[in-house]
């Protein structure tokens, strides 16, 4: 699993938990539901920064804890490739 596989996982993870679709999260942040599908499926690299901090209002978590999952992730993903 590449490392937007990852995050979009994580993302969509996150939306589940609370309860939303979609749809729901295109209306609360402006940010179109097929983008973040793209984005749920890793076939988009990493949102900016102004796209997480809408989706971590939205999702209940803290901008800096979505950055921190990346960065533990992204760290063993690159121990994983030195082996």
Same mark, same amino acid.
């Given at each position: 699993?590449? +490392? *937007?596989?990852?995050?979009?996982? =994580? &993302? @969509? $993870? #996150?939306?589940?938990? !609370?309860? #939303?679709? &979609?749809? %729901? /999260? !295109?209306?609360?942040?402006?940010?179109? *539901?097929? @983008?973040?599908? %793209? +984005? !749920? *499926?890793? $076939? $988009?690299? +990493?949102?900016?920064?102004?796209? #997480?901090?809408? &989706?971590?209002? /939205? =999702?209940?978590v $803290? &901008? /800096?804890?979505?950055? +921190?999952? =990346? !960065? *533990? %992730?992204?760290f063993? =993903?690159?121990?994983?490739?030195?082996?």
């Open positions: 699993m590449a +490392i *937007n596989e990852w995050f979009g996982n =994580y &993302l @969509y $993870r #996150l939306r589940l938990a !609370e309860k #939303l679709t &979609l749809r %729901q /999260v !295109e209306k609360k942040t402006g940010i179109s *539901n097929s @983008y973040l599908s %793209q +984005i !749920e *499926n890793g $076939r $988009r690299s +990493i949102p900016t920064i102004p796209i #997480l901090i809408k &989706l971590a209002k /939205v =999702y209940d $803290r &901008l /800096v804890d979505m950055i +921190i999952a =990346y !960065e *533990n %992730q992204l063993i =993903y690159k121990q994983i490739a030195k082996m």
